[in-house]
Every structure is written in structure tokens, then in C-alpha cells.
């Protein structure tokens, strides 16, 4: 079964930068597509980047195209999201999540992580 532990969370400033990271665990992480998806209080989980088994395609939202990129290190068995020109409207608990399909839907990612939660301060 795979695990799934993120960190690299906390609070910066608005136009600051964070790097967050997810280290998989159990079964065979290497294969899997994974993304990260966030949840700000009160609102429903969403999509924000994913990442096929080889790094060689990725998706990301709209809404960070141009600030957030994602990578995977398939010999440390990380996923990482660097994020910048981070907003307030960034806040949220940012969790990483495999899926058997490189996704973009919530519904399609299964085997969460706990959560990191990133707070930005205008």
C-alpha cells in the first residue's frame, strides 16, 4: 500500500516562495502518476498540478501556470511542488496524491498524504 508524507509547509510572505515535497512509500511509487491538490478553508478540494511516472508530461491549473512547477525524483521517490509569486489566495492544506492516470480531477487521485498546510500573508 502506498504511503504518502508531505512537508515543507509553514507561512511566507505574499510574493515569496515555498517548496513542498511528498515522500512515497510502499508498492511501486516509480510507476504511479502523482499531483497535489490543496484545500483552503471552506472551500472543496482542487486540482492544482500533476505529473506522469517519468516526469515527461505534466498538467497544471490555471490558476498556477507560470508560478507552481512540478517534479519528481524517481530515485528518492519525491514529488515536489515549487511554488512562487505565492498570494494569500494560495493558503491552503496542500496534499500530494497518486493516480493510475496522469488526472486533473479530485475524484480520479487516491492515496492522500496528511496535508501540509501553507499559509501566505499579504
Known amino acids: 500500500q502506498v504511503q504518502l508524507v508531505e512537508s515543507g509547509g509553514g507561512v511566507v510572505q505574499a510574493g515569496g516562495s515555498m517548496r513542498l515535497s511528498c515522500l512515497v512509500s510502499g508498492g511501486t511509487p516509480t510507476i504511479y502518476p502523482m499531483g497535489w491538490l490543496r484545500q483552503a478553508p471552506g472551500k472543496e478540494r482542487e486540482f492544482v498540478a500533476a505529473?506522469?511516472?517519468?516526469?515527461?508530461?505534466?498538467h497544471y491549473a490555471d490558476f498556477v501556470k507560470g508560478r507552481f512547477t512540478i517534479s519528481r525524483d524517481n530515485t528518492q521517490n519525491t514529488i515536489d511542488l515549487q511554488m512562487n509569486s505565492l498570494s494569500p489566495e494560495d493558503t491552503a492544506v496542500y496534499y500530494c496524491?497518486?493516480?493510475?492516470?496522469?488526472?486533473?480531477?479530485?475524484?480520479?487521485?487516491?492515496?492522500w498524504g496528511q496535508g501540509t498546510q501553507v499559509t501566505v500573508s499579504s
Open positions: 505529473i506522469n511516472w517519468n516526469g515527461g508530461n505534466r
Open positions: 496524491a497518486v493516480s493510475s492516470v496522469l488526472a486533473t480531477q479530485v475524484a480520479d487521485f487516491r492515496s
